[in-house]
C-alpha cells in the first residue's frame, strides 16, 4: 500500500525559510507528477508547485522567485524549499503524486496528510 508523508511544517517569522519533505513509501514502480498544494483557512486547495519525471518545474505566480521545488527518484521524495515566506503563506501543505506501484495499479493518485506552515511574528 502506498502513502505520502510530509515533514518540515513549523511557525517562522516573515522573512524565513522552511523545507518540507515528503516521501513516499510501498510497492512503488514509478512516480510521474508530484506536486505540492497549499490550502489556507476559508480558501480553497490551490497548486503551489509541481515537478515531473523530467525534472520540468511549474510555479504558481504568488511563489515564483521564492519557493523551489526539487525530487530524489532514488528516495522517492519530494521537496518544496520555501524561502522569503509571508503571512500569506500560512497554510496546510499537501503533497501529491501519480504513482504506478507493483500490481497492476497505474497513474493512481495518492495525497498525503498535509503539514501546517504558520508564518508570523
Known amino acids: 500500500q502506498v502513502q505520502l508523508v510530509e515533514s518540515g511544517g513549523g511557525l517562522v517569522q516573515p522573512g524565513g525559510s522552511l523545507r518540507l519533505s515528503c516521501a513516499a513509501s510501498g510497492s512503488i514502480l514509478s512516480i510521474s507528477s508530484m506536486r505540492w498544494y497549499r490550502q489556507a483557512p476559508g480558501k480553497q486547495r490551490e497548486l503551489v508547485a509541481h515537478?515531473?519525471?523530467?525534472?520540468?518545474?511549474t510555479y504558481a505566480d504568488y511563489v515564483k522567485g521564492r519557493f523551489t521545488i526539487s525530487r530524489d527518484n532514488a528516495e522517492n521524495t519530494v521537496y518544496l524549499e520555501m524561502n522569503s515566506l509571508k503571512p500569506e503563506d500560512t497554510a496546510v501543505y499537501y503533497c501529491?503524486?501519480?504513482?504506478?506501484?507493483?500490481?497492476?495499479?497505474?497513474?493512481?493518485?495518492?495525497w498525503g496528510q498535509g503539514t501546517q506552515v504558520t508564518v508570523s511574528s
Open positions: 501529491y503524486a501519480v504513482i504506478n506501484s507493483y500490481g497492476g495499479s497505474f497513474n493512481k493518485h495518492y
Open positions: 515537478i515531473t519525471s523530467s525534472d520540468s518545474t
